[in-house]
């Protein structure tokens, strides 16, 4: 991990932490097992150091550290990552999460975000303004690493991907070096930054336009029994084929969790779910989504008008820190009657309380950017396919990532792609699918000029090689 022997490492991290603002944390620290820990339970790995940067300043510190000593490095936003990237054995972790500054400039609808945010932290800076920025369903997410793998959220389709609204990054290149990429300042990096993830530098603030939105929105789920997912699937394809970019969707298949809102009688039950939220007044979203509540007989209805906040959060707890998470992705063309039958079958299967499916419809103001014109590969895609097979802990986690593994195998002859944020550590060849030839060639060269030596590799990593 190093080539730094133990005893010279550890003075030289004495000397780093005197050169930064932000605490600089090692073993045997008290609130080292604290600040190790992510947000899937399931990865549990011991960095030689962990520093807590506080300024961009910091963050060229660590950089620059890292270099010197060769220290498998690691870069921690909100700590999301699915497999686990954001920390490391032995190495050194740049932990961004005290660096949540949010300036909003209402007047010309940008924000400026510091790469420690979280979702819910920008929500909260730009609902008061009825503004936001399209990204995510989970408000504890970091913005960092969704931002720069491409931004899926529920207004995607009105106003495209996270990376579709931003405007530029201040990076913190392999040489220690700051930088900004834009459309008229190194554009190629730009480019590149904007769903090539973390591979070529580490990221310290992002400029993002706004768009109007909320603070009240028509959103939320309806649920209806898995028996009926075959019906429910047919209705919903034939539903979404001409439904407005205003509207974006979400089918889910879990288990109800055990929550205020969930009646007793139902908790555990399997269901399939249409999640919507409708980018625009109330009133034409309850419109918009009349056919949609008022199909077959569902289970239970939250598809009503509500605060953009508390609907963004929705999901919070059944991707709560700690739980052990596994995921495989896809994306599919359309919903045909083959796929249909497989999602059916495989969503009768899970057993943890805490697993799901998650089918992203895409298309809208997604696809009406050109393929070649962001390192984000999916475009054209119809859906985004999100299985995850979860756990509590330990306890049952095998069974259900191999139902995850099961069920992404039954789709496999109707993949397109995969979008990189629901990628695990799944190799080379696999990256390269996602990207396709052409962009992972482009990003290939672009790894060689900002990172030859191949610093930031733990990401979905694009090698210079």
């Not at 960095?47 to 300043?57: F, M, N």
């Not at 989504?289 to 239970?300: D, I």
């Not at 995850?404 to 195998?409: C, D, G, P, Q």
Request: glycine content about 12%; charged content about 20%; aromatic content about 8%.
């Amino acid at each position: 991990m190093t080539t730094s022997s133990a005893p010279s490492l550890g003075i030289a991290i004495d000397r780093l932490g005197n050169a930064v603002a932000g605490p600089v944390i090692r073993p045997g620290d008290g609130d080292y097992d604290e600040h190790r820990r992510i947000w899937n339970g399931s990865i549990d790995r011991s960095p030689a150091v962990i520093v807590r940067c506080e300024t961009t300043g910091d963050v060229q510190a660590a950089v620059r550290f890292a270099a010197e000593h060769q220290l498998l490095t690691a870069v921690r936003g909100g700590g999301h990552s699915f497999p686990g990237l954001s920390t490391c054995d032995g190495g050194i972790v740049i932990d961004l999460s005290l660096m949540r500054q949010i300036v909003v400039d209402p007047d010309n609808r940008t924000a400026r975000v510091e790469a420690g945010a979280l979702l819910g932290d920008v929500d909260r800076a730009t609902q008061p303004y009825g503004l936001g920025v399209p990204a995510g369903i989970v408000s504890h997410t970091g913005v960092a690493g969704l931002t720069l793998g491409g931004g899926l959220g529920w207004q995607q389709r009105k106003y495209g991907l996270t990376i579709d609204n931003l405007l530029s990054a201040q990076i913190v290149t392999a040489a220690g070096d700051v930088t900004t990429a834009s459309a008229d300042e190194n554009p190629e990096l730009f480019w590149g930054l904007r769903g090539g993830g973390g591979n070529f530098g580490v990221v310290t603030s992002f400029r993002f336009r706004l768009n109007p939105i909320g603070p009240e929105v028509m959103a939320g789920p309806v649920f209806w029994p898995m028996e009926d997912s075959e019906r429910v699937l047919h209705f919903y394809r034939d539903w979404v084929a001409d439904c407005p970019d205003e509207t974006t969707t979400i089918v889910f298949q879990r288990r109800l969790p055990d929550r205020t809102t969930v009646p007793r009688e139902l908790v555990g039950k399997r269901v399939v779910a249409i999640a919507a939220c409708y980018t625009g007044p109330v009133e034409a979203g309850a419109e918009a989504l009349r056919p949609l509540k008022a199909f077959g007989s569902p289970l239970l209805d939250m598809c009503e008008p509500k605060p953009f906040l508390i609907h963004q959060s929705m999901f919070d707890d059944s991707y709560r820190h700690g739980g052990w998470y596994y995921v495989k992705a896809c994306d599919i063309a359309e919903l045909g009657d083959e796929v249909i039958g497989t999602v059916v079958e495989h969503g009768e299967r899970m057993s943890s309380l805490l697993s799901s499916v998650a089918i992203w419809q895409m298309g809208g103001a997604v696809s009406r950017v050109g393929e070649d014109d962001t390192a984000f590969n999916g475009r054209n895609a119809g859906f985004a396919f999100n299985i995850s097979g979860n756990t509590e802990s330990a306890d049952g986690f095998d069974d259900e990532r191999q139902w995850a593994r099961n069920y992404w195998s039954a789709l496999s002859p109707h993949h397109t792609g995969a979008y990189v944020n629901f990628l695990m550590d799944e190799g080379e060849d696999r990256i390269r699918h996602a990207y396709g030839e052409t962009k992972h060639a482009r990003l290939k060269a672009l790894k060689r000029r900002y990172d030859p030596a191949n610093l930031f590799r733990l990401n979905q990593n694009i090698t210079p090689d």
